[in-house]
């Protein structure tokens, strides 16, 4: 780790920190706090992905969809109008909506090929933004004289990495740039987290292997088609299972850094708040 005790980070001139933790545990919330201070640069990986390397794709399919209305067709083709993505670090749908669900067409879903592409181009995305860290936190200090730097990482990092593999190249290179910090949630808010997501069910990315058995027990459990599937009952089903087959593979990522638990993480209000909790997670560890 970077940081070798809490008095080294205390008293670091420059503070480099990744959170990685299941969406909804205050990663991004924190970010903006701390980029609120003036102090701190946020990276945030789901910004990068839908910008960076995935933005051509998100407008390409929405040129598409307004292709199928000959209104504004015409307008395309004339260059008359033109489709932009408004992604914000607060405000990643254009990004989840190009995801996708799964299932009936008629539905709103995506068949199952064409959900694997757009799970797979994701894939290659999230590895590359992760990869950019190091890069934005040289342009961070060297463009903007930001020595201090949060990167909020997205709730698929476990996804795209290796976390059995102490040579895992992204991990190595991560614990090399930033203290890798896991926000451990408890059963309880596994189960907050499902009941929101039951309200609001959202896209998400898969390990390619997961969708699969995913997708062959949903069938099976319910004894429908592919071309019949729910897309939302889908994504409800793979929710919860997503949950219990990332949190061992954050487990393993934590070993890179270490490990703070979701309540205390909860609690921080103010920069000093997040020092401190990083530091007792230092102490915790050493």
């Known amino acids: 780790m970077i940081y070798k005790s809490a008095d080294d980070w205390r008293n670091a001139p420059r503070k480099r920190v990744l959170l990685f933790a299941m969406s ?26 839908g910008t960076r390397y995935m933005g051509e794709h998100i407008i390409d399919n929405a040129k598409a969809e307004a292709m199928k209305v000959p209104f504004l067709a015409e307008l395309l083709r004339s260059d ?3 489709i932009a993505s408004n992604i914000t670090f607060e405000n990643l749908d254009p990004l989840s909506t190009y995801l996708g669900k799964p299932g009936n067409v008629d ?31 040289e342009r961070a200090e060297r463009l903007y004289g930001y020595n201090n730097f949060i990167c909020d990482s997205g709730g698929s990092i476990c996804e795209v990495v290796d976390p059995t593999d102490p040579n895992d190249p992204i991990l190595t290179e991560l614990s090399q740039q930033c203290l890798m910090v896991w926000i451990k949630g408890s059963d309880a808010h596994t189960e907050q987290l499902i009941e929101r997501f039951d309200k609001h069910p959202k896209p998400m990315c898969y390990q390619a292997e997961f969708l ?15 071309a019949d ?27 890179f850094g270490i490990t703070i638990d979701a309540d205390d993480f909860a609690k921080i209000k103010s920069q000093q708040d997040f020092v401190d909790v990083i530091a007792n997670g230092l102490e915790a560890t050493a």
């Open 24 to 49: 909804g545990l205050g990663k991004t919330y924190v970010s903006n706090m701390l980029r609120a201070t003036g102090d701190w640069f946020h990276y945030s990986v789901d910004y990068r992905i």
């Open 107 to 137: 539905k709103g879903g995506l068949p199952l090929a064409d959900y694997q592409n757009r799970q797979n181009q994701h894939h290659v995305a999230e590895r590359a933004a992760l990869m950019d860290t190091g890069h934005f936190i």
């Open 229 to 255: 599937v729910d897309p939302d009952a889908f994504v409800r089903f793979a929710y919860a299972r997503a949950l219990a087959h990332r949190q061992p593979r954050y487990a393993g990522m934590a070993k």
């Open 80 to 82: 008359s109008i033109y």
């Open 212 to 226: 699969l058995e995913t997708w062959a027990a949903f069938l099976q459990t319910n004894g429908v088609d592919e």
